[in-house]
């Protein structure tokens, strides 16, 4: 499977012996591919120090890999800033395969590979196309993906394959990355981490007497004691101690240590050798054609390179040169002069003819700059925009920046510094975006880019230190560009109200909205409707229910007509029909959503869309499609790095844990969101209101109390949280304290004036305070109006079953609560059944069997479900498999699972089921 991996016969004993003593590393290696043969993923990073021995278990991984495809990848440090570099390396041999890839995914491949010209949406579908690339690849044989020096990745490859490798499920896959200790990390999150550490003493001297025997006593026990148990460092000291070239003293780092070995041999080498591995360690990537073509320009040729081969430096085969150990590349590049260094890389930019290589071309004329310089400038922006157009954000900002410290107009310079940083941002690097919009600030008084820095720096400062930080910069920055740009304007005020909604301040809400009122569109613009609902928002979060609902349902019919178009405009419109009770309109709207997300594969964007999806589901009853959206959306937002958006989904966990009857993922759910509480007080209410329900049903009234008062009279009572009111009203009088019971009563019935389910809530709050027939009228009513609110319409009617029983009236209690009891364990609301059997035992009857023990979905998990529906709807796995963000092998498997539970053997039997 792809190019052999050439190891000469030096390298062999070499990494023969850098082995000594790691027989349970390598025991714990050889397990992972024992599991891959037998069709089980892994993957696993293996951290050390430099010259510890990471690439000799690589090595010795892919040797013992025997019927398996291998595949070798590696980070290097100057080609970190070429997006998708990394990736390219590791999987160009394949690039006939990508017609295998679904649409999207082959698309966004051949644009990072340079072999289309498509922009990529989201970089983090290729990262899905490279799931299922390698999938595809292991259906013929099980396959092993090594990456060396993954901490030298650029980013955008390391994102692709950590987000593959974390999606790994029931393919023959391993993937190993071997990451070097350095002062700039690189996280791993989600993969499991085996740390290399030095030999112990007894190994590391059975290393040293293999390959120095003839080392004396005092000299070994000095190299023991300096090399910390580094492989490396014993057997390069070791010989250069013996050849009297070095004398190991100080207490230097391992990487330094080693470096300064490698130093003392390349000083040994002659001249011309040492230029032209300079050329090699500066170009990255060693094409020996390129190096040779930079040679001729500084007088050297292929036969100097033999001294270094002879050295064991590097190894040459017919199209590059291989170093040993980066460590040599580093040591040879580091060591130079700078002056020389400056002539290296202007003499590879000269040998880089080709437009396919403008980029790398461009980058060494910027290390070889050694002041501004417009021109070489002007070449690092059209790479910068290259590299947008792949999806590499990374590299986007790196060459801005680069630009702008070449520029020598001011203005220009301040310009492209604010690109960066917004590049920056783009990219996950919060405080290299904000010090980069920091000093784009201070270049420039052009209330434009003051505006644009000063809003990158609001989106970093809400998760880097809250929401209201984030609402407040925002609102600066519009307030900047209100009248000269109205539009960007209106992107940055919507920021600030949605950022302000999140921290419950109410008086940044209230300024937003005051800026959007000033805010002049051009006539027929799309954001007008926008602009409208946003300010009708504001009225809604100060209780000002009349005047909020009309322009709030607007914007939803224009995203429904197709007037408003934008994903962010798209979800707060469905934000806007959940706070309006217009849950059927908001629900579609997402889900329309969800599907174009999925189709066009942004998958970055789709946790976003699940949050509010998901609620629409729980406020109409379909608790198993909302664990599918909530399942989903935590496990992709963990995977790309959403923290918060991770708290967000999961505090409507909560609620979704408490209504199911899971009691223990309720409160561990609950602990995990209130960390957060001082800085997101919104999803701390919710997470209380989720509490608060798990209480009331398990019959503990007073604690249910406390709960659903933090939700229902903290900060947000005027936004989702007002839904909360009847179950506190509930929650009142079973504690018996019916003089709270109508504290928030007032704010739902000015909310209920303007939609059927909040008059339902409503009267059904006014049932449990009143007597007689009033309460019987009530409750009535409430049930005409809510029809198709299955959970609430149960919950309704539980309450008048039980008020049908202390009435005495049995027969009708009895057929109320056995339709509330049926309906709750249809819906997989267990508690709340468990309440309505609970009251038919009082009545005498006996416990019936569970609706859910019918309803073969209920035993699906989340995923399976997620699945079968698709599978339902006539998807392939592949097509599965793209929209779900999984490879089609763990589609084919979820389904294998799925069928016995759900009572089906072939696929076209699923079209007949209810789903």
């Known amino acids: 499977m792809g190019s052999p991996v050439y190891v000469p016969l030096w390298r062999g004993r070499y990494c023969a012996v850098m082995l000594k003593g790691r027989r349970l590393e390598r025991g714990r290696l050889e397990v992972l591919l024992a599991e891959a043969r037998q069709g089980r993923s892994g993957a696993l990073v293996v951290r050390g120090e430099a010259g510890v021995g990471k690439s000799a278990l690589l090595d010795d991984l892919a040797s013992v890999a025997d019927g398996m495809g291998v595949l070798r990848g590696a980070g290097i440090e100057t080609e970190a800033e070429l997006p998708f570099s990394g990736l390219y390396l590791l999987l160009h041999p394949f690039v006939d395969r990508l017609d295998v890839l679904p649409g999207q995914q082959a698309a966004a491949m051949r644009s990072v590979f340079g072999l289309a010209e498509v922009p990529v949406r989201d970089p983090f579908l290729v990262g899905a196309a490279t799931l299922t690339l390698l999938s595809d690849l292991a259906a013929r044989q099980p396959l092993v993906c090594l990456i060396d020096d993954a901490q030298w990745l650029d980013r955008a490859s390391s994102d692709a394959l950590l987000f593959a490798a974390r999606r790994l499920h029931e393919d023959p896959i391993v993937m190993v990355f071997a990451v070097r200790d350095t002062a700039k990390p690189f996280l791993t999150p989600g993969i499991e981490v085996m740390r290399l550490d030095g030999l112990d003493r007894d190994s590391a001297v059975e290393l040293l007497a293999e390959c120095a025997p003839e080392l004396t006593v005092p000299v070994r026990d000095r190299l023991l004691d300096e090399a910390g148990g580094n492989p490396l460092a014993l057997i390069e000291l070791s010989r250069l101690s013996r050849d009297g070239l070095v004398t190991p003293v100080g207490p230097l780092r391992i990487a330094g240590r080693v470096q300064d070995a490698f130093r003392a041999q390349l000083e040994e080498l002659p001249a011309a050798t040492r230029l032209l591995l300079l050329l090699a360690a500066a170009d990255g990537t060693c094409e020996l054609d390129v190096v040779l073509r930079a040679g001729v320009a500084l007088g050297v040729s292929l036969v100097d390179l033999g001294p270094a081969e002879e050295a064991r430096l590097v190894v040459t085969s017919a199209d590059e040169i291989k170093f040993r150990h980066p460590l040599i590349r580093s040591a040879v590049y580091q060591s130079a002069p700078h002056h020389q260094r400056i002539a290296v890389h202007e003499a590879l930019a000269g040998a880089l003819s080709l437009v396919a290589d403008s980029d790398r071309r461009t980058w060494h004329r910027a290390a070889a700059a050694t002041g501004p310089d417009d021109e070489v400038a002007s070449e690092l922006e059209h790479t910068a925009e290259r590299a947008r157009y792949r999806g590499g954000a990374v590299a986007v900002a790196l060459a801005y920046e680069r630009a702008a410290r070449l520029s020598t107009d001011q203005e220009g310079k301040a310009q492209r510094m604010v690109r960066a940083a917004r590049s920056a941002y783009d990219a996950g690097r919060p405080e290299w975006a904000t010090r980069l919009a920091t000093e784009a600030a201070a270049l420039t008084g052009r209330a434009a880019v003051v505006a644009e820095a000063t809003y990158v720096r609001a989106q970093v400062a809400y998760e880097s230190t809250s929401p209201a930080a984030d609402a407040a910069l925002a609102l600066e920055a519009a307030m900047l560009i209100t009248g000269s740009h109205p539009e960007r304007a209106v992107s940055m005020l919507t920021e600030a109200v949605w950022a302000a909604r999140d921290a419950c301040a109410h008086d940044l809400v209230k300024e937003a909205v005051a800026q959007l009122e000033t805010v002049r569109l051009p006539s027929g613009a799309a954001l007008t409707p926008v602009v409208a609902a946003l300010i009708g928002y504001g009225r809604h979060a100060d209780g000002d229910f009349g005047a909020a609902v009309v322009p709030m349902r607007a914007l939803v019919k224009a995203v429904r007509t197709g007037t408003v178009q934008d994903f962010v405009e798209r979800v707060i419109a469905g934000f806007m029909g959940l706070l309006t009770a217009d849950d059927v309109a908001a629900t579609d709207v997402l889900e329309s959503l969800a599907a174009d997300v999925r189709a066009d594969g942004s998958l970055g964007w789709l946790p976003y869309v699940l949050e509010p999806l998901a609620i629409g589901r729980l406020l109409r009853g379909d608790f198993r499609g909302a664990q599918a959206d909530l399942a989903q959306g935590i496990?992709?937002?963990?995977?790309?790095?959403?923290?918060?958006?991770?708290?967000?989904?999961?505090?409507?966990?909560?609620?979704?844990?408490?209504?199911?009857?899971?009691?223990?993922?309720?409160?561990?759910?609950?602990?995990?969101?209130?960390?957060?509480?001082?800085?997101?007080?919104?999803?701390?209410?919710?997470?209380?209101?989720?509490?608060?329900?798990?209480?009331?049903?398990?019959?503990?009234?007073?604690?249910?109390?406390?709960?659903?008062?933090?939700?229902?009279?903290?900060?947000?009572?005027?936004?989702?949280?007002?839904?909360?009111?009847?179950?506190?009203?509930?929650?009142?009088?079973?504690?018996?304290?019916?003089?709270?019971?109508?504290?928030?009563?007032?704010?739902?019935?000015?909310?209920?004036?303007?939609?059927?389910?909040?008059?339902?809530?409503?009267?059904?709050?006014?049932?449990?305070?009143?007597?007689?027939?009033?309460?019987?009228?009530?409750?009535?009513?409430?049930?005409?109006?809510?029809?198709?609110?299955?959970?609430?319409?149960?919950?309704?009617?539980?309450?008048?079953?039980?008020?049908?029983r202390r009435q005495r009236r049995r027969s009708e209690a009895r057929a109320a609560l056995a339709q509330a009891e049926d309906t709750f364990a249809r819906l997989g609301a267990a508690r709340w059944a468990e309440r309505a059997r609970t009251e038919l035992t009082v009545l005498g009857d006996r416990p019936v069997a569970h609706a859910q023990a019918d309803d073969p979905l209920q035993r699906l998990t989340p995923q399976e479900l997620q699945v079968v529906r698709l599978a339902a709807a006539g998807y392939s796995n592949r097509e599965i498999a793209a929209r779900l963000y999984l490879s089609p092998r763990t589609v084919g498997h979820h389904l294998y699972r799925a069928y016995p539970k759900i009572g089906v053997t072939r696929r076209m039997e699923l079209a007949k089921l209810e789903l």
Not at 663 to 689: D, F, I, K, Y
Not at 734 to 761: E, T
Request: aromatic letters at 6%.
């Open 635 to 804: 496990s992709l937002a963990s995977d790309i790095g959403m923290d918060m958006q991770v708290t967000v989904l999961k505090a409507i966990a909560v609620w979704l844990a408490a209504v199911i009857g899971d009691a223990a993922e309720c409160r561990a759910l609950a602990g995990e969101v209130r960390e957060h509480a001082a800085l997101h007080p919104t999803n701390a209410a919710l997470a209380s209101w989720g509490v608060g329900l798990l209480d009331l049903a398990e019959g503990r009234f007073e604690q249910a109390l406390d709960g659903f008062e933090q939700a229902c009279g903290g900060p947000a009572r005027h936004d989702l949280l007002i839904r909360a009111v009847p179950d506190h009203v509930e929650a009142a009088i079973r504690a018996g304290r019916a003089d709270l019971a109508r504290r928030h009563l007032p704010a739902l019935a000015a909310w209920a004036g303007h939609n059927d389910v909040g008059k339902a809530l409503e009267l059904r709050c006014r049932a449990l305070l009143a007597d007689g027939d009033q309460a019987e009228r009530h409750y009535r009513a409430a049930l005409r109006l809510i029809p198709d609110r299955p959970y609430e319409l149960a919950r309704t009617t539980l309450a008048y079953g039980g008020w049908l």
